[in-house]
């Protein structure tokens, strides 16, 4: 939608299963995001990648693995997952600034149902 | 962390009417920002205002931001039933972080 993909687009998985959620932007962003939206809560930020490094996680627990190969590629690798996992979860890029937010493009999401 | 508040949660309201809504935050900023999202999709950036900043425009779209109550509001002029849609502030923290509220649930009813 905005030069954000995300691939799958929806996933079911098993609490034994490992899968991966991927992450393209193709806007030259140096900064990417990893998001979790679950139903009547606000929008949880999971991680941050500046220039391919990790700058912030969000006392995410383990079952959540990030990856960021690129400036242009994340990856949330899933193993292990509990029901309550269950969520959209969008991953977002932008301009990497010292101090302050700017603008973030989301991708369209990946709807993950945890069984 | 602190978190925008939408109000209301919820708005119904007739096409080409205004849809105004407002965004509380606790702590100072640097910046806050306006992003729809359609349901179940990715979120779209509508506007950024900066502190310094009191009024912004952009086509229909009008955003005050007053740090002084700590508020802000976004106002959709002549709305649309393609402005049907869940609206979110995002404050940002520093450090790139963004701390969205909840949302408000705009229905235009034609």
């Known amino acids: 939608e905005t030069g954000v993909t995300q691939t799958p687009r929806h996933l079911v998985m098993g609490m034994t299963n490992k899968k991966s959620l991927k992450c393209e932007q193709h806007l030259g962003h140096n900064a990417m995001y990893w998001y979790k939206q679950s139903a009547k809560k606000p929008l949880e930020l999971m991680f941050v990648?500046?220039?391919?490094?990790?700058?912030e996680n969000n006392s995410v627990p383990s079952r959540f693995s990030p990856e960021c190969p690129n400036s242009s590629h994340l990856f949330l690798h899933l193993h292990t997952l509990q029901p309550e996992d269950s969520a959209l979860y969008l991953c977002?890029?932008?301009?990497?600034?010292?101090?302050?937010?700017?603008?973030?493009?989301f991708g369209p999401g990946t709807r993950l149902l945890v069984l | 962390s602190q978190q925008g508040e939408e109000d209301p949660q919820a708005l119904s309201i007739q096409e080409g009417e205004n849809a105004t809504m407002n965004c509380s935050y606790k702590?100072?900023?640097?910046?806050l920002q306006w992003y729809r999202q359609n349901s179940g999709r990715g979120l779209v950036h509508l506007i950024l205002i900066r502190s310094n900043e009191r009024e912004k425009h952009s086509g229909r779209l009008r955003v005050t931001l007053d740090t002084s109550k700590k508020s802000s509001s976004l106002l959709i002029t002549a709305s649309r039933a393609a402005d049907t849609a869940s609206y979110f502030c995002?404050?940002?923290?520093?450090?790139?972080?963004?701390?969205f509220g909840q949302g408000t649930r705009l229905t235009i009813n034609p």
């Open positions: 977002a890029s932008s301009q990497a600034v010292v101090a302050g937010a700017e603008t973030q493009y």
């Open positions: 702590t100072s900023i640097n910046n």
């Open positions: 990648y500046n220039f391919k490094e990790q700058t």
């Open positions: 995002a404050t940002d923290q520093g450090a790139q972080k963004l701390v």
